[in-house]
């Protein structure tokens, strides 16, 4: 990691800091919108349905409000990397197949989807031999599949893979 | 000396053969989670609450049930000892304070010396916990019987704003953070009018956000893409542990004595109290560097240095049970997951249950005690097998993980919706994590927060929204008075140092 493109930074903390801010805030203020439109006021018998998460929704405003004044102040020379360049490629060498993964899930079941998972990880970045990248992925999936389905009788998600198999 | 029968009763039920298997596997599991990057207490808590459904319909599981998973507790906080002294990960964010002299005694050679202090301490801080909670919790109970709703909304409000005026993260994160979390709580249905909410006509939303999901995606997809930063390699010291190293660490532990105390005595406070294990340990190395002989040595391998923070995170995370099982308020996030299967059990925690439920509450009582020595036991013997654990290597382990978060989330509801909101979950924990956004009062607030808001509605309709109730009488006032003062005292902090 000495590559100096590598360390440089991919973002800075000062737009980290406004980016969660301002996202916080327009979620703030989703939830006070929509309390407002389910009554967000006194009645007679107590306070409506909308009158709790319409004040929760107000602070989470007011707050990120604040932090995100205070995210505008940091000063240049303590703009520090939020992430570098290195370290962002492999954040999102996990995070990119964990989002195809779970996609997956919902189509081909968790056993399918998990064993082409392990076996992408192991493969493309371990580089491991494939008849480990199988024996691993595979096997922990058996493994997996007789602790919930047999022994504590708990069905995970299953796709055409199984049916076909006759295991659904 | 009720509290003495009761536990001899309790140390029947928790020594049954099954609960005694129990309790091993629990710890042994507990070490594995506390070893392995990404999974840690409060999530491998809250991916194996769902196998435990079940065992809790049978007669007698739901003590079971809790011994199962608070023995997965205790064991999470022995191993984030192991990777901090071994390869200088904390695997648990309380440990963090135990890598300042541990990683270096191991690179001195003397890892086995380091890990038999942090064991025996830790020890030592869980029994200093369990004690306080036999001794304490009866009489919290008790008087906790005679709570309304204002008194309780008033703890709430209490431990809340505890949160805001105990933790080093910026006062305004803090409130985001804990804010986010009510609104993620009010999600779905109004517990009391029924009405839906904030759910934009999508069916997925009408149950609402589930913590242990939340908590799946946190703590444990958002610690993987953190420990990725550092690289996919870990690199660490050899664990030779043996019978002579820990008797020669035994010997030299005594004249610690002082720093154990301290130790235990600010753990046991931070985790009645919701400040938790993380900022106990690091204030307990604190005070031991200040008031050691040896305090400049610190930092290069003490072992003294080992003993105050793992001290007070055991006594801390233990203690953290008492609030939850006599107020219902837990202490940590994962006394929150715990108090999370209770509700899920159909056991309602408070002062209720010391009262109908005496096995439940003096079984989990006692198999604290047996749960914590079967630990030490396992712990003092397999350390080179669960060191050998981070040995697999990054690009096999990961993935698994991640697979293993992915099926707990969907077990929590047989949701698939679940599985994608655990990785929203994941982004966002690993943003607020590098940002200081604290997720403990997050998790905490998605637990507690219809129960909070349920007991402001029923005082409101007590006192006809009257705000005054919530100052009704001293016992309410005080809880009120110190809560608001807890709130502004990052403010009352900020204008004293102005006017110095």
């Not at chain 2, 905490?444 to 029923?458: H, M, N, P, T």
Request: hydrophobic content about 55%.
């Amino acid at each position: 990691m000495s590559d100096a493109s590598e360390t440089r930074p991919a973002l800075r903390y000062k737009t980290a800091e406004l980016a969660v801010a301002g996202f916080l805030f327009v979620l703030g203020a989703i939830v006070m919108a929509d309390s407002w439109r389910l009554g967000a006021r006194w009645a007679a018998d107590g306070p409506q349905t909308g009158y709790f998460p319409f004040y929760v929704g107000l602070i989470v405003c007011i707050s990120s409000a604040i932090n995100f004044v205070r995210g505008l102040l940091i000063a240049k020379d303590k703009n520090r990397a939020f992430v570098e360049v290195g370290q962002f490629k492999l954040v999102l060498s996990v995070l990119l197949p964990s989002i195809v993964y779970v996609v997956l899930v919902g189509w081909l079941g968790i056993y399918v989807a998990s064993i082409i998972y392990i076996a992408f990880f192991m493969r493309w970045l371990g580089g491991y031999a494939w008849w480990k990248v199988i024996a691993v992925s595979v096997g922990t999936n058996a493994f997996f599949y007789f602790t919930f389905e047999k022994w504590f009788q708990v069905p995970l998600p299953k796709g055409p893979v199984e049916s076909l198999l006759g295991l659904g | 000396m009720e509290s003495l029968s009761s536990l001899l009763q309790g140390f029947s039920v928790a020594l049954s053969f099954t609960n005694t298997a129990l309790m091993f596997t629990g710890i042994i599991l507990g070490v594995i989670i506390g070893v392995l990057p990404g999974l840690g207490g409060a999530n491998g808590v809250a991916i194996l609450l769902p196998l435990t459904f079940s065992m809790a319909q049978t007669p007698g599981g739901q003590t079971s049930a809790i011994i199962l998973l608070s023995c997965i507790y205790w064991g999470a906080l022995f191993g984030g000892a192991i990777t901090s002294i071994l390869f200088n990960i904390p695997g648990e964010p309380w440990s963090v304070a135990t890598t300042f002299d541990g990683y270096p005694l191991a690179q001195k050679g003397r890892a086995g010396a380091a890990l038999t202090a942090a064991f025996t301490s830790s020890f030592f801080g869980a029994a200093v916990g369990v004690l306080v909670i036999t001794f304490l919790s009866p009489i919290v109970a008790q008087f906790a019987l005679e709570f309304g709703p204002p008194e309780f909304f008033s703890v709430y409000l209490l431990t809340f704003c505890a949160f805001v005026g105990m933790s080093k993260e910026a006062p305004f994160k803090t409130l985001a953070s804990m804010m986010l979390g009510f609104a993620l709580a009010a999600v779905g249905t109004d517990t009391v009018t029924g009405t839906l909410r904030l759910t934009f006509g999508t069916q997925a939303l009408l149950t609402g956000f589930d913590f242990l999901v939340a908590v799946i995606g946190l703590f444990g997809i958002g610690e993987i893409l953190l420990t990725l930063e550092e690289g996919l390699a870990f690199k660490g010291a050899s664990a030779k542990i043996n019978v002579k190293v820990v008797l020669e660490t035994w010997k030299e532990l005594p004249k610690y004595w002082l720093t154990s105390l301290r130790g235990a005595a600010i753990g046991c406070f931070m985790g009645i109290v919701p400040g938790g294990a993380t900022p106990a340990s690091f204030m307990s190395y604190g005070v031991a560097r200040r008031f050691s002989k040896d305090g400049d040595k610190f930092g290069n391998g003490q072992v003294e240095g080992v003993v105050a923070p793992e001290t007070a995170a055991h006594a801390a995370g233990t203690s953290a049970l008492l609030p939850m099982l006599t107020l219902g308020v837990p202490g940590s996030p994962t006394a929150a997951v715990l108090l999370g299967g209770l509700l899920i059990w159909g056991l309602e925690p408070g002062p209720l249950l010391f009262v109908e439920k005496k096995d439940f509450v003096w079984g989990l009582i006692a198999s604290m005690y047996l749960g914590n020595i079967a630990g030490l036991i396992v712990v003092l013997t397999c350390v080179p097998l669960f060191a050998a654990i981070l040995r697999i290597p990054f690009s096999v382990i990961a993935p698994i993980i991640v697979v293993i978060c992915a099926i707990g989330a969907y077990t929590v509801h047989n949701a698939t919706f679940d599985v994608y909101m655990m990785v929203v979950f994941g982004i966002a924990g690993y943003a607020f994590k590098k940002l200081g956004y604290p997720l403990a009062p997050l998790v905490l607030a998605i637990v507690l927060g219809d129960r909070a808001e349920a007991s402001f509605r029923q005082s409101m309709l007590v006192s006809q929204g009257d705000m005054s109730i919530f100052f009704a009488n001293k016992l309410v006032g005080t809880l009120t008075g110190l809560a608001l003062f807890l709130l502004f005292w990052p403010l009352i902090a900020w204008l004293i140092r102005r006017l110095r």
